[in-house]
């Protein structure tokens, strides 16, 4: 069973989380649903790949909400063109001050706003947000890659996700080159670890729709990677 907040997590950094967050969240948003991308890494990426400058909203941003200055709600924001809403992080500020429980409490604010889906990017590793967003989630999703130490930390991570009172049943493995026997095995090791894995393939147009600021799901042209992020979203959104 999944649930409405989704996070992806992982204690390694470059495991394609904030590239599946964002992505995910634009094929469910095209497919209708209402989605909110609650951006809580510092280094803001997911606000800048969905075009949106981090610098822009100063203290309009999750760290504020974080600290208890601003209410959830108050650092909601629309995100032109793309039927999806936003609570941004500002780039290079660090929660310092941290309100206990701030994740649980502003998403249960914002349930009346009757979001579908309340997508989570966060940072690598399990400071107090990672562990507050692992409380926070009703279905945590596991982002790995293809390298050795990403499978070499995932008992870490099982055992984080059991310490916060979640078992994660889903994983998603990024930039899988199929020809590389590291990468079959890692495949092959997945499938026994988890009840559902997705695979994303190594993709060019994924880069490129960072660097343009534009999720997958809303550039024009074909992207492989965008067929497993529909996938994704269609296992969160019917469960198949
Ligand atoms: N399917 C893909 N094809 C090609 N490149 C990809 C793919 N998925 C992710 N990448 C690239 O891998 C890198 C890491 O991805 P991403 O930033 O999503 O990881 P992350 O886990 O959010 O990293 P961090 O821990 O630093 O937040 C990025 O440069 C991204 O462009
Ligand atoms: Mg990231």
Redesign the pocket.
Known sequence: MTGKAVAFI?N?????????CVNVAACLAQSGNKVLVIDL?P?A?ATAYLGIKPEDFGDLSIQSAASGEKKIGEVIFEIEGMDMHVVPSCRGVTFEKIKKNFLTSGIKKIENLDYDFIMM?T??GFDYVSREVIKACDTPIA?LNESVFSMENLPLLKDIASKGGKRIDCAIL??VNRRSRVSREVVNALSSEFERAFI?????Q??RS?ALGVPLAYLKGRSR?LRCYRSVAKFLAEGE
Do not use: N, R
Not at 200 to 204: L, T
């Open positions: 992982s390694k950094g470059g495991t394609g989380k904030t590239t599946a890494d280094i990426s990017d940072p690598p982002a990024s930039t994303v393939p190594f993709d060019k994924v880069p960072q990677a």
